[in-house]
């Protein structure tokens, strides 16, 4: 049982097209984020989502918009897609927002802008 | 602003030798530290957290310290094996940020060879 799920995997596209990441957690939480590896492996906070409500937006462009429909999915949609872009982003989970019992990861999606 | 920092960036040793990573931080101001583990095309994988009240946590072969005034995190992986060989990334959360997110430090690559 995964407990945190994220497709696609991968994602080759296109500048200038728009796509969607999507990720599912099976551990209850009512905590989840995305974190974004940038080429130089540095991973950092883009949103995060409490119970279905933004909690964090880290200073992302608007291009980027998050979407929690219920309590364990937080989908990522990207619209005109830029080569900065590139990179491979994360999703996690936590119950309760200080992650006092700690975070659990997705696989990541690598996503390719061409 | 917290910076988070690890060394050596990379480190190669031989099978059986005892690994020692360090994460050192600039505000101790901390909530809890996590170590985790992450292998190349993989997400990352929970190995230890460590609460800001507590100095030490240890799994199995691996044992992490935690200096809080000090700014200071050490990872020891006892008799490592080829199978230790990932990424190691610590990440702290902040008792000034009640939202939880993680900041990451840049991790270090550990290869051991048979």
Redesign the interface.
């Known amino acids: 049982d995964t407990a945190v799920s994220q497709t696609p995997k991968y994602l080759v596209t296109q500048m200038g097209n728009d796509k969607s990441i999507k990720c599912e957690q099976n551990l209850g939480h009512d905590t989840m984020y995305w974190y974004k590896q940038d080429s130089k492996k540095f991973l950092k906070i883009m949103f995060s989502y409490n119970n279905k409500e933004l909690i964090i937006n880290e200073t992302v462009p608007n291009r980027f918009s998050p979407k929690s429909p219920d309590k364990a999915h937080l989908n990522l949609h990207i619209n005109s897609l830029e080569l900065g872009d590139s990179a491979v982003y994360f999703c996690a989970s936590s119950q309760g927002t200080g992650g006092a019992r700690g975070y659990t990861f997705g696989s990541g999606t690598r996503l390719t802008v061409v | 602003k917290q910076e988070v920092t690890q060394i050596p960036a990379a480190l190669s040793v031989p099978e059986g030798e005892n690994l020692v990573l360090n994460c050192s931080f600039t505000d101790s101001a901390i ?2 530290l ?1 170590w ?1 583990r992450q292998d190349p ?6 190995l230890l ?1 460590i ?1 800001s009240s507590q100095r030490e946590q240890t799994s199995g072969r691996l044992n992490a310290s935690l200096d809080k005034s000090s700014g200071r995190s050490t990872l020891y992986i006892a008799a490592s094996q080829p199978g230790d060989s990932a ?1 190691y ?1 610590c ?1 702290v ?1 902040m008792t000034t940020d ?5 900041q ?1 430090g ?2 270090t690559q550990v290869v051991v060879t048979p």
């Open positions: 909530y809890n996590q985790f095309g993989k997400g990352l994988t929970s957290l609460q990424t990334l990440a959360s009640s939202w939880g997110k993680l990451f840049a991790g």
